[in-house]
């Protein structure tokens, strides 16, 4: 299957990933993708940049032949309710937001203190991706969570660091199948991406691309599939 766009990335503005933005850029290029996704840590993780990152991103340019540049964030969950730790001025200024559990921004709480802050962080008109909701050391009711994207005009991610056997996720690969298969269920659609901390990794599925074959995912539920789509889907929210 062709994917057009990866927009889970990190640049070393994130503090614990190794390429600069014009190295993601070069990369994304050479691996022919059409649309690349640029989505630093947002403040309360560790080591990360500061608020003005974010407000300064105005200067970069969008557009590098085929390529063009989408500037985000991956915002932090920081409270049971649905708190993020970047303000809504900052938010609004980004062309999308991807909300996640992160163990350094927020303790895991029971399942229902998990569910309640994904849900009420979905409701925030500048989140359109929830990310990697597939570690089990974040409980979650996953019919809750995809009824909830549904509800909320809200992509789900597929994560291949997730899926990837050394990484420090919990019980990932059969939680993704499950989210796949509720999503099947409920007409949700995904986003596949490879939430690289370096160049090499930008556009990397070879993880998601097995459990997408085990469940037999429909590809009009994948919303890499085209740059059309995926700005469909945002103007949407």
């Given amino acids: 299957m062709n994917y057009e766009l990866d927009i889970h990335t990190h640049t070393i503005a994130s503090g614990h990933a190794y390429n600069t933005l014009q190295e993601m850029i070069y990369t994304a290029k050479e691996k022919g993708l059409r649309l690349l996704g640029v989505s630093d840590h947002a403040v309360a993780m560790p080591g990360t940049c500061h608020l003005y990152y974010f407000h300064n991103l105005k200067v970069v340019e969008r557009q590098y032949g085929d390529l063009e ?31 996640s559990l992160h163990m350094p921004c927020l303790a895991p709480g029971t399942k229902e203190q998990n569910i309640n802050a994904m849900i009420k962080a979905m409701e925030s008109p500048y989140i359109q991706v ?44 059969e939680n993704d199948i499950t989210i796949l298969n509720l999503c099947k269920q409920y007409a949700v659609p995904v986003c596949l991406n490879s939430d690289a901390h370096v160049a090499s990794d930008i556009g990397n599925t070879c993880f998601i691309d097995a459990v997408l074959n ?7 539920l994948i919303i890499n599939t085209s740059v059309d789509k995926f700005k469909q889907f945002l103007s949407e929210k």
């Fill in 130 to 173: 929830i990310g990697h909701p597939d570690d089990s050391r974040f409980s979650l009711d996953y019919e809750a969570l995809v009824q909830a994207a549904k509800k909320n005009h809200v992509l789900i991610e597929i994560n291949n660091s997730s899926l990837n056997p050394n990484g420090f996720r919990q019980n990932t690969r």
């Fill in 214 to 220: 085990e469940t037999n995912f429909p590809e009009d």
């Fill in 69 to 99: 540049l989408m500037l985000g964030a991956e915002v932090n969950i920081i409270g049971y309710n649905g708190e993020l730790d970047l303000d809504e001025e900052t938010l609004a200024g980004l062309d999308y937001g991807i909300a």
